[in-house]
T-cell receptor
Framework: DQQVKQNSPSLSVQEGRISILNCDYTNSMFDYFLWYKKYPAEGPTFLISISSIKDKNEDGRFTVFLNKSAKHLSLHIVPSQPGDSAVYFCAASEGGSGNTGKLIFGQGTTLQVKP | KAGVTQTPRYLIKTRGQQVTLSCSPISGHRSVSWYQQTPGQGLQFLFEYFSETQRNKGNFPGRFSGRQFSNSRSEMNVSTLELGDSALYLC??????????????FGPGTRLTVL
């Protein structure tokens, strides 16, 4: 039972345009969500997070949107750059001091940004 | 501040052997989580340690175990290795405990190959 789903295995975008990566979840107890970027042979790099009390969080070119009623979140990258080409993982946790160490990951979306 | 370090980076073992992987968290981080990444199953949570105690456990057999030392460094052990244990093992650290939500920061991983 996959609690976090990234239904698009890959996405290709032109440099300078917007990249939108999507993630759906099924566990209504999830209240903290994170996005990670991963290059081959490296560990995931933390990008941005959002708690369930918010519906939007921005950090530079990255914005995460959370729609709790739809159990859906998305990561927007504007403008996209070739260096953004990587695998992007969505992750979720139930929050709380006893649960922060356990992240449930989606399967990842490979983003290719073409020059 | 130094990031999360993992040793060794690469390991080759044969079936039936056991292996120990090491992780040093970011200074000041008290929580260490371990994940297994395989092409078929993606990133899966193994367990989390906080203040030398296992606080969360994923759905893995008892052959997978871990521990945390008083300096927050952690080790994971896999006994009686199987071919299916070949994977990238990732360690992540976070502040843990003191905040409701904690970002996890990952190390580069240990690539384990079981022959």
């Amino acid at each position: 039972d996959q609690q976090v789903k990234q239904n698009s295995p890959s996405l290709s975008v032109q440099e300078g345009r917007i990249s939108i990566l999507n993630c759906d979840y099924t566990n209504s107890m999830f209240d903290y969500f994170l996005w990670y970027k991963k290059y081959p042979a490296e560990g995931p790099t933390f990008l941005i997070s959002i708690s369930s009390i918010k519906d939007k969080n921005e950090d530079g070119r990255f914005t995460v949107f959370l729609n709790k009623s739809a159990k859906h979140l998305s990561l927007h990258i504007v403008p996209s750059q070739p260096g953004d080409s990587a695998v992007y993982f969505c992750a979720a946790s139930e929050g709380g001091s006893g649960n922060t160490g356990k992240l449930i990951f989606g399967q990842g979306t490979t983003l290719q940004v073409k020059p | 501040k130094a990031g999360v370090t993992q040793t060794p980076r690469y390991l080759i073992k044969t079936r039936g052997q056991q292996v120990t992987l090491s992780c040093s968290p970011i200074s000041g981080h008290r929580s260490v989580s371990w994940y297994q990444q395989t092409p078929g199953q993606g990133l899966q949570f193994l367990f989390e340690y906080f203040s030398e105690t296992q606080r969360n456990k994923g759905n893995f057999p008892g052959r997978f175990s871990g521990r945390q030392f008083s300096n927050s460094r952690s080790e994971m052990n896999v006994s009686t290795l199987e071919l299916g244990d070949s994977a990238l093992y990732l360690c992540a650290s976070s502040l843990g405990g003191l905040r409701f939500y904690n970002e996890q920061f990952f190390g580069p991983g240990t690539r384990l190959t079981v022959l």
